[in-house]
């Protein structure tokens, strides 16, 4: 059993910076496969970033050159580093665990962007 806890969020103006995070409980961190996901108002949840066990990275076309994806596997942490934040990208952000057929979801951190 994962638990996932995420921080970081909150309020920031256009152009601002946030750093996520996300906290894991439990064993076998380093051969997760890790992602944060968002889920704007009224809409369905997306991928933003993923990082695997072996540390390649993946990024949602609309954060590429603003987010970047990292883990800390002595700290049981994957974080989120976004900046030149817009509008566009409020939303409820979670992260994920993946190893085989376990599957691990954090319950989500707010990240407001104000124009």
């Known amino acids: 059993q994962v638990r996932l806890v995420e921080s970081g969020g909150g309020l920031v103006q256009f152009g601002g910076s946030l750093r996520l995070s996300c906290a894991a409980s439990?064993?076998?961190?380093?051969?997760?496969?890790l992602g944060w996901y968002r889920q704007p108002p009224g809409k369905q949840r997306e991928l933003v970033a993923t990082?695997?066990?072996?540390?390649?990275?993946n990024y949602a076309d609309s954060v590429k050159g603003r987010f970047t994806i990292s883990r800390d596997n002595v700290k049981n942490t994957v974080y989120l580093q976004m900046n030149s934040l817009q509008p566009e990208d409020t939303a409820v952000y979670s992260c994920?665990?993946?190893?085989?057929?376990?599957?691990?979801w954090g319950q989500g951190t707010q990240v407001t962007v104000s124009s």
């Open positions: 990082i695997t066990s072996g540390r390649n990275t």
């Open positions: 994920n665990a993946v190893w085989g057929i376990y599957n691990y």
């Open positions: 439990g064993t076998m961190f380093s051969r997760y496969a």
